[in-house]
């Protein structure tokens, strides 16, 4: 199966991958605005917008552009992130053409009415402390606010009560105007499809502009671009919740090449990723303290980094962080065995084999590849990639990763005693900013 990248006469960058013997589609419209293009006094501006592409438009009722997805079996959604907005669906071939053109009258004739935006705003203030009660969710981004604090890429996506009050009808039809009907657009499809009645209709879009990458010296950007300064030590935040959540971090150095970045996949893998890794074996497995362990990367255009995340009993605490200081330090002070590299290879082919017969992971992996610069790959050459990662490839990223000068320590939840504090900071040795209630 092959890619095929091409920019129409109205700049929309279209990337398709035609799976011939396929019954579905996948149709992704990737909008390149995010939370952390928003100025301060616009904060959740984005996510807003992202809301009301489903509330109706200039010849489509909210109701008539639910129920036409469910009349095809299919589903419509959306996510908003801080580089990009994602509107996609999944439906079968038949019906491509129609989602196609309901997904183009969303991204430009959204109606903006603003008794519906009254109403959404009820919703978002649901959805914003839905998230303030789930303790994975709330961490999250004070993790965020920890390593990258007061910057635009960690502030938060949907923003404050009081940041969603204060957004007028006016500033969401200015910024879907700006952002989603003339910014730039990526449009990626995955599935069985006819690609001249793709072409055709996405050309009856608007003109929209070029995309740009953060790095690059454009004026808008450099009105809103702020660089991240990551900032290393050891963070005490207080949380209203049972269990105690422990995050190391360790910041990314940019650029990150695609070679780099299967590598840190099978890193990864090795380290926590995965139910056989080192940190789940050590923490879950043979110490018993606690039930999640994981391990992950996140990035950005220009920044990003690796976390170790578990979670326990606080009274388990000092033996947490112990534990995976120490497979840290012997995952950088001792070479990795054959067998857990062939292991971690063959897990992570494994996954984009399952991962592929899914028409929206495909679509998605498009995007994700194209918005990182990298070479739009088909899942053979993904897989010939990760097996032909060696030991030494594996060795070089675990030196460039691990730097204890930068590493950051965020132990969220219950009150700890200031003896477990005391302990905590002397494993971690690192400089503590101190607590925040």
């Given amino acids: 199966m092959t890619q095929i990248s091409?920019?129409?006469?109205?700049?929309?960058?279209?990337?398709?991958?035609?799976?011939?013997?396929?019954?579905?589609?996948?149709?992704?419209?990737?909008?390149?605005?995010?939370?952390?293009?928003?100025?301060?006094?616009?904060?959740?501006?984005?996510?807003?917008?992202?809301?009301?592409?489903?509330?109706?438009?200039?010849?489509?009722?909210?109701?008539?552009?639910?129920?036409?997805?469910?009349?095809?079996?299919?589903?419509?959604?959306?996510?908003?992130?801080?580089?990009?907005?994602?509107?996609?669906?999944v439906v079968p071939?038949?019906?491509?053409?129609?989602?196609?053109?309901?997904?183009?009258?969303?991204?430009?004739?959204?109606?903006?009415?603003?008794?519906?935006?009254?109403?959404?705003k009820q919703v978002i203030k649901s959805e914003i402390i839905t998230a303030q009660d789930d303790p994975e969710e709330a961490s999250l981004d004070a993790v965020g606010e920890a390593v990258w604090p007061d910057q635009k890429i960690s502030a938060s996506i949907s923003g404050s009560i009081a940041d969603v009050e204060k957004l007028a009808q006016d500033d969401l039809y200015a910024w879907y105007e700006k952002r989603f009907v003339r910014g730039p657009l990526t449009v990626c499809i995955t599935?069985?499809?006819?690609?001249?009645?793709?072409?055709?209709?996405?050309?009856?879009?608007?003109?929209?502009?070029?995309?740009?990458?953060?790095?690059d010296e454009h004026e808008e950007n450099q009105l809103l671009k702020q660089t991240p300064v990551w900032k290393s030590g050891l963070n005490f935040i207080r949380a209203p919740f049972q269990q105690e959540q422990f995050f190391v971090l360790y910041p990314v150095a940019y650029p990150v090449s695609e070679k780099l970045y299967f590598t840190f996949a099978?890193?990864?893998?090795?380290?926590?990723?995965?139910?056989?890794?080192?940190?789940?074996?050590?923490?879950?497995?043979?110490?018993?303290?606690?039930?999640?362990?994981?391990?992950?990367?996140?990035?950005?255009?220009?920044t990003g980094c690796w976390c170790v995340y578990a979670s326990s009993a606080k009274q388990e605490s000092v033996r947490i962080i112990s534990d995976i200081r120490m497979?840290?330090?012997?995952?950088?002070?001792?070479s990795i065995t054959d067998a857990e590299l062939d292991a971690a290879k063959e897990h992570v082919c494994g996954e984009e084999m399952i991962a592929s017969e899914d028409v929206e992971y495909r679509m998605k992996r498009l995007a994700r590849s194209y918005q990182s610069g990298y070479t739009v790959r088909t899942t053979e050459d993904i897989i010939e990639i990760f097996r032909s990662i060696q030991k030494?490839?594996?060795?070089?990223?675990?030196?460039?990763?691990?730097?204890?000068?930068?590493?950051?320590?965020?132990?969220?939840?219950?009150?700890?005693?200031?003896?477990?504090?005391?302990?905590?900071?002397?494993?971690?040795?690192?400089?503590?900013?101190?607590?925040?209630?």
């Fill in 6 to 89: 091409q920019q129409l006469r109205n700049k929309v960058m279209l990337i398709r991958e035609p799976v011939a013997t396929g019954k579905t589609a996948a149709i992704g419209f990737w909008f390149s605005t995010g939370s952390r293009s928003e100025p301060d006094n616009l904060r959740g501006v984005t996510h807003f917008v992202e809301h009301m592409l489903f509330k109706g438009t200039s010849s489509r009722s909210s109701f008539d552009i639910a129920s036409a997805f469910d009349r095809m079996g299919g589903y419509v959604n959306a996510f908003t992130e801080r580089e990009a907005v994602c509107m996609y669906c």
């Fill in 327 to 334: 497979e840290l330090n012997d995952l950088f002070l001792h």
């Fill in 266 to 302: 099978v890193l990864n893998a090795i380290s926590g990723g995965t139910m056989s890794s080192r940190l789940f074996q050590r923490l879950r497995e043979k110490g018993g303290f606690c039930y999640t362990v994981d391990s992950f990367f996140s990035y950005y255009e220009d």
């Fill in 392 to 437: 030494a490839d594996i060795e070089e990223a675990v030196k460039m990763l691990f730097n204890d000068e930068k590493a950051s320590v965020v132990v969220f939840g219950p009150k700890l005693k200031a003896s477990e504090k005391q302990k905590i900071k002397g494993l971690c040795a690192c400089k503590t900013p101190g607590e925040k209630k």
């Fill in 191 to 215: 599935g069985n499809y006819n690609a001249d009645s793709i072409t055709g209709i996405l050309e009856m879009l608007p003109e929209h502009t070029a995309h740009v990458r953060w790095s």
């Fill in 93 to 120: 071939s038949v019906h491509v053409e129609k989602a196609l053109e309901i997904l183009c009258d969303m991204t430009s004739h959204s109606s903006f009415n603003n008794a519906d935006i009254q109403r959404e």
